[in-house]
């Protein structure tokens, strides 16, 4: 029941984290180079152009809803379980989700290098 | 990419890292919270560690916000990983703690991943697109798309 409970949090982490990540994604696409607008228009338009985007308040809801489903996923399962595979899913998780719903092309070099990296962490943290 | 995105994709790392750091080592002094007890929370709060953690975790926010205003997501999430590089290389040659042949194989690991990624263009969407269009022998190959990148930096003619 225990390891059902942790499981059901890590999914919970991955989901929350990366509906987060591809809303907050697509906010920063939408704002456009914030460099260009800072250095153009100065700091007050950047945070006005972000903070009114809806995309970006519903994308800092989820990774606010991320980070509390860590705390729940920690006080139940091990940190050595929870934490690397939520950070390693969540990794592929955003690959496939940035290809369906941000366009982004990730070629055969994005693929390898998501997996790479994902598996990397798994060790790094376990 | 110009030193700028250099400099704010290093942001990403070392803020990550150092944030993390710092909150998870105060976080070890305050003691475990819960939902029953949250007056702990803002003893929590109270630590100078996990108040100066979350000061730089909110610098980490500002530069990955900053990066995915110009970089796709698959691009900048690797350089978010290589924190936990940082942070190994911090424990091995700052602190002297061991580390074993598995984390090491994981700092390959991730370091090979990122390298890939970095060999790359960094944005595959919209403006790489629309410079794409503007190529009138332009395919939609990976390799077309890297000229279309190096054509925007100024690398190429």
Redesign the interface.
Known sequence: MRTLYTWGAILAIVLASVVG??L??RA??Q?????ELWKRSGLIPVLRA?LGNPNFLFGLVATAMAFFSMLFGL?WGDVSLVAPAA?SLT?IG??VA??IF??????Q??W??????A???????? | MTVDKYLVLGGVTVFAASGDSLLSHGMQETGGISLHHLTLVIAALLNPWVAIGILLLLGFFATYMIALSWADLTYVMPATSMGYVLLALIARFVLHEHVSLLRWLGIALITGGVGFVAGGPELTTNRAAAANRERPSADDSVESEREADETRRGVRP
Do not use: H, P, Y
């Not at chain 1, 704002?31 to 460099?35: A, K, L, W």
């Open positions: 990540d591809i907050l994604s920063m696409k704002v456009g180079d914030v460099g972000t006080s950070a990794f955003n690959a940035a290809k941000l366009r982004e092309r990730v070629d070099r994005r390898i290098a998501v997996s790479l990296v598996a990397g962490v798994a060790l790094l943290a376990g």
